[in-house]
């Protein structure tokens, strides 16, 4: 069982800069970032493959994030969401998940993916 939890959410004003985390208790080989903005669908930030070190980002936020890990692969522990020049339409909970079944092009869809910590809340104030 792979448990996920998610810290550093807070209030920021626009412009500003926030770094939030996830610790995992089991690495698996796809992993990624998610938000949930209120009354909206669970959408994707940021998917990243542990056994290659690929990232691929999702148009939202591109440019503006940047997702790494601690260790190589099989060693992760946590991960980290960075997110830079924030606007308020980037309000939301951020999530990271763990897909169970890898496969090298990981997965890009929140249905895709199995395990999910509580989630981190980000808002942003103009």
């Known amino acids: 069982q792979v448990q996920l939890r998610e810290s550093g959410g807070a209030s920021v004003q626009a412009g500003g800069s926030l770094r939030i985390s996830c610790e995992v208790s089991?690495?698996?080989?796809?992993m990624g970032w998610f938000r949930q903005a209120p009354g909206k669908d669970r959408e994707t930030v940021a998917i990243?493959?542990?056994?290659?070190?690929?990232?691929?980002?999702?148009d939202t936020m591109k440019g503006r994030v940047t997702a790494s890990r601690d260790g190589g692969a099989g060693k992760t522990r946590m991960l980290y969401l960075q997110m830079n020049t924030l606007k308020p339409d980037d309000t939301a909970m951020y999530y990271c998940?763990?897909?169970?079944?890898?496969?090298?092009?990981?997965?890009?869809?929140?249905?895709?993916?199995?395990?999910w910590g509580q989630g981190t809340r980000v808002i942003v104030s103009s």
């Open positions: 089991t690495w698996t080989g796809c």
């Open positions: 998940a763990a897909r169970s079944r890898y496969d090298d092009t990981c997965q890009r869809l929140p249905s895709d993916y199995d395990y």
């Open positions: 990243l493959n542990l056994v290659t070190g690929g990232k691929e980002y999702a």
